[in-house]
């Protein structure tokens, strides 16, 4: 079974919830995650259990990513 990424209407909840464009920059097959970065370079794993924040950049995102969880629900970094 292949999957696929979220539907758009959720990138753009959590973009409305940041107050930032957000764009995918990876997906991850295994688990139907989708990676986004936020206009100003945060990272952030939507993922079908919620919403979740990698890191302020690509190093401690990839840290958090390959550590897995817990991780930081997304919401902490609303506007």
């Known amino acids: 079974m292949t999957s696929s990424p979220p ?12 107050g930032n464009k957000v764009f ?3 997906h991850d097959t295994f688990d ?11 990272f952030f794993y939507l993922h079908h259990s919620g919403e979740y924040f990698l890191g302020c950049d690509k190093h401690s995102a990839l840290m958090s990513y ?9 919401e902490n970094h609303y506007a």
Do not use: C, F, N
Request: aromatic share 8%; proline share 9%; no cysteine.
């Open 32 to 42: 139907g995650g989708t990676v986004l970065m936020d206009e100003i370079g945060r």
């Open 66 to 74: 390959s550590r897995g969880y817990p991780l930081e629900y997304a």
């Open 7 to 18: 539907p758009k209407w959720l990138a753009q909840e959590l973009a409305d919830g940041l």
């Open 24 to 26: 995918p920059v990876a």
